[in-house]
């Protein structure tokens, strides 16, 4: 298995009652249910209020790389990630369990 985490960071001035952050995090909520390599999904705001913090997180879990790929390049995927590249930067970490 491999478990797909990503961290993001709203843009300066980008508030979570924005318009375009509303619709990215339906997207990706929706995620879970669209991509059958999904074999885990949950995403969420953090509620940290330490500076370090990242504002939103997914946790996922795939069956190996092959399954990745194919989640990463699922239209429904990169429609998302469009969505977020608008407001947000993110960082990424995949590894294997």
């Not at 795939?62 to 977020?84: C, I, M, N, S, T």
Request: glycine share 6%; net charge negative; with cysteine.
């Amino acid at each position: 298995m491999i478990r797909h985490l990503v961290l993001f960071k709203l843009n300066e001035g980008v508030r979570r009652d924005d318009p375009r952050v509303v619709a990215g995090v339906k997207a990706f909520q929706e995620l879970g249910g669209l991509i059958p390599e999904l074999e885990f999904w949950e995403c969420a705001w953090n509620i940290s209020e330490r500076p370090i913090a990242y504002d939103f997180a997914i946790n996922s879990a795939v069956a190996d790389k092959a399954a990745l790929q194919r989640y990463l390049e699922h239209p429904a995927h990169q429609a998302g990630v469009a969505q977020w590249r608008e407001f947000a930067t993110w960082v990424v970490a995949d590894y294997e369990f």
